[in-house]
């Protein structure tokens, strides 16, 4: 991927980041919220997809070696906070009763401490599929077609709840249910790697409806911004239908961005790919930063405007995230000899 090519991606990765943060930062929230965890979902599969397609060799120790560095500073760090928040609050030990107990899950747990939380999980498990996707993206393209097509349907078969449930009855945050969506992306970016390099008319295709995707994007975010949960919507935002019709509507609109060339600066894109970078840190810690800001500002100021405290935790989310991808980067230069 050129950096002219990642240049729309990462604009589209920053408007995602805060439509999440405006959807958690709102007292009323809007609907728009899940919608953007879609977008992120079916992104992060594409990725990895054009990371296939640029590596004719796969070293998978090293892979897991560099998202280990990567990922696990900001997950303990995320985890910190929300144990931080709780502890302030005198409830540290999760109010569960026995009989919850028993049913007792890993994003259950890190739902209690930090909500954002429970997509770290899902990446996890996204990753273990990492190696077996890269071995069927190297086969023949029919045959790995049909197996990624044959994982899709199965995912997303196991991962379909009754529309109208609230949080779609549990597998709305479920890390194996939500495996499709990474799926597909990875799926989709094999079909529009072969399409563009093979075929000028499908380029010219992404290239002009792009703006109109984009057009119906900010559109779609617009009418469900203002569609409350719960009431019009029916919490049909978190239902297996509304992820899979926003999730193919993102598999069309992400790759027509991954081929789009768009003329800037050098100044403007070095700063939207710093910006880039501040999402996914942003995106874990922003909601225990929120509650801590809450209750700080209450208690050294008395009670303020909420949109104080808004200001105040996207400010420090900002802060800590730009500090933890420091040190992200002071371990991979540790790592690779740079720093002896």
């Known amino acids: ?10 604009l589209f990765r920053i408007i995602l980041c805060i439509g999440v943060v405006v959807y958690h930062y709102t007292p009323d929230r809007p609907s728009s919220g899940p919608f953007m965890v879609n977008g992120f979902l079916v992104m992060s599969g594409f990725l990895v997809g054009i990371m296939f397609r640029s590596r004719p060799v796969f070293d998978v120790p ?3 070696s560099n998202k280990a560095k990567r990922l696990l500073p900001m997950f303990f760090a995320a985890l910190l906070l929300g144990v931080v928040w709780k502890l302030y609050l005198n409830e540290i030990v999760p109010p569960w009763k026995i009989s919850e107990w028993g049913n007792f899950s890993l994003v259950k747990w890190l739902m ?9 999980g899902v ?26 097509a044959s994982i899709l349907i199965t995912c997303s078969l196991f991962s379909k709840v009754p ?11 479920s890390p194996v249910a939500r ?22 008319t499908c380029r010219t295709v992404f290239k002009s409806i792009t703006y109109c995707l984009l ?34 509507f993102f598999a069309v609109l992400i790759p027509c961005l991954y081929v789009s060339v768009v003329e800037v600066s050098q100044i403007w894109r070095k700063l939207v790919e710093i910006l880039s970078g501040l999402t996914y840190p942003v995106f874990l810690i922003h909601v225990p930063l929120l509650a801590i800001s809450v209750h700080g500002i209450g208690f050294c100021f008395g009670q303020l405007p909420y949109w104080v405290s808004a200001i105040t935790a996207s400010v420090l989310s900002i802060a800590a995230s730009l500090v933890m991808l420091k040190v ?3 371990c991979m230069k540790r790592h690779s000899g740079k720093i002896q």
């Open 215 to 248: 057009a119906v994007f900010i559109a779609l975010g617009g009418v469900l911004a203002v569609v409350k949960q719960g009431s019009t919507l029916n919490y049909w935002n978190y239902s297996f239908s509304f992820d899979l019709l926003t999730s193919a």
């Open 62 to 64: 090293r892979f897991y």
């Open 328 to 330: 992200e980067s002071w």
């Open 179 to 200: 495996c499709w969506q990474f799926v597909l992306g990875v799926l989709v970016a094999g079909m529009c790697d072969r399409m563009y390099k093979w075929n000028v």
């Open 163 to 173: 529309d109208n449930s609230p949080f779609g009855e549990g597998l709305y945050f």
């Open 1 to 10: 991927m050129t950096k002219q090519r990642a240049f729309l991606l990462d």
């Open 112 to 120: 209690y401490y930090n909500t954002p939380l429970w997509y770290m």
């Open 123 to 148: 990446e996890f498990v996204m990753l273990l599929l990492v190696p077996v996707l890269y071995c069927l993206s190297r086969t023949k393209w029919g045959v790995s077609f049909v197996a990624l």
